[in-house]
């Protein structure tokens, strides 16, 4: 299930607009990511052409289980990987921005050895 890192931008977006809002368009996604409509209508094409959305006749956008997990998957990466920053003195913003960078690239082997080690500490039940 390899997909390119902007898609997973996408889908990782229509999960948090969707918590967020309740629904998702295009025009959301363009305002969040600050993106022109039609590179968003584009992307969005591409994503249901693949199976990971559905758009329905009002143009709300709905992800499919398969999107659904590859944009649950990054969103914890990024939360996690977040977290895990700022509790190392980076600043908020500073760590947000890097945790972009991150949850994209790392290893799912690295991923879960942090998540290990840094999820007991995060939630306060260290041992």
């Known amino acids: 299930m390899q997909i390119h890192e902007s898609a997973e931008n996408y889908l990782e977006s229509i999960l948090i607009l969707t918590e967020k809002k309740g629904y998702v368009r295009s025009v959301d996604i363009a305002n969040e990511l600050g993106f022109s409509k039609p590179s968003v209508s584009i992307a969005m094409k591409a994503l249901r052409e693949n199976g990971y959305i559905k758009i329905d006749s ?5 992800l499919l289980d398969k999107g659904e997990e590859i944009a649950k998957k990054i969103y914890e990466r990024h939360k996690l990987l977040s977290q895990w920053l700022v509790m190392l003195g980076v600043n908020e913003d500073t760590a947000a921005e890097d945790a972009c ?27």
């Open 58 to 62: 009002d143009g709300y956008i709905t």
């Open 101 to 127: 960078r991150i949850e994209h690239d790392i290893s799912e082997e690295s991923f879960e050895a942090i998540k290990k080690h840094v999820a007991p500490k995060i939630s306060g039940k260290e041992g």
